[in-house]
C-alpha cells in the first residue's frame, strides 16, 4: 500500500547493512494485528516504524513514546493500524506489554495499491534507519554494518 510499506523499508534495511545483537529481533509485522501477541511476551523494549497521521506535510517524522503511541494510532490510515492499537493493548491487559515504547513515524503522502513509496517519504527513509539505530544505541545496543551485505534476521 505504497507509503503504508515506509516499516516494511526500514525493517529490510536493517537486515541488508546491519548486525545486531541476538536479544533483538527485527520483525516485520505487516498486517498480522493480533497474531503478534506471542512476539510480545518477555518483550522491555519495543521499537516501531510506520506510517502515521502527524498533522504536517507529506514526509514529517515525529517520534512519539509510551502513552502517546495508541492515541496516535487512533486515525486510521491503513488497516494494520488498528491491529497495532488493539495488540498493544491486549498486551497491556495481558500484563506483558513493553515497558518502553517508542514509534517512529512519517507522514504518507499517498496509501494506494502499489509497493513504491511517494517521493517525500522515500526521502525520509535514511533518516529513519538513522533514527531506528539512534534509539537503540540509547538502548545500549550497537549496531554494526554488515560486512556480508545481506544479513536475515526473523521476520513473520
Known amino acids: 500500500m505504497s507509503d503504508d510499506g515506509v516499516g516494511v523499508r526500514v525493517v529490510q534495511r536493517l537486515q541488508d547493512e546491519y548486525r545486531l545483537p541476538s536479544q533483538v529481533t527485527i520483525l516485520d509485522g505487516g498486517t498480522l494485528g493480533l497474531d503478534l501477541l506471542p512476539w510480545l511476551e518477555g518483550v522491555a523494549r519495543l521499537l516501531v516504524v510506520d506510517a ?29 493500524q488498528m491491529g497495532l492499537q488493539d495488540l498493544l493493548s491486549v498486551a497491556e491487559l495481558q500484563g506483558f506489554a513493553p515497558q518502553e515504547m517508542v514509534l517512529w513515524g512519517v507522514q504518507p503522502a499517498e496509501i494506494k495499491m502499489g ?3 511517494s ?35 526473523r521476520v513473520v
Do not use: C, Y
Open 52 to 80: 502515521m497521521e502527524t498533522g504536517g506535510p507529506s514526509g514529517t517524522l515525529r517520534r512519539l513514546v509510551g502513552a502517546d503511541i495508541p492515541l496516535a494510532l487512533k486515525t486510521k490510515l491503513s488497516p494494520h
Open 115 to 117: 509497493l513504491e513509496l
Open 119 to 153: 517521493k517525500p517519504v522515500a526521502a525520509q527513509l535514511d533518516t529513519l534507519v538513522a533514527n531506528v539505530l539512534q534509539e537503540l544505541e540509547r538502548w545500549g545496543i550497537t549496531a554494526e554494518r554488515s560486512s556480508l551485505g545481506v544479513q536475515r534476521t
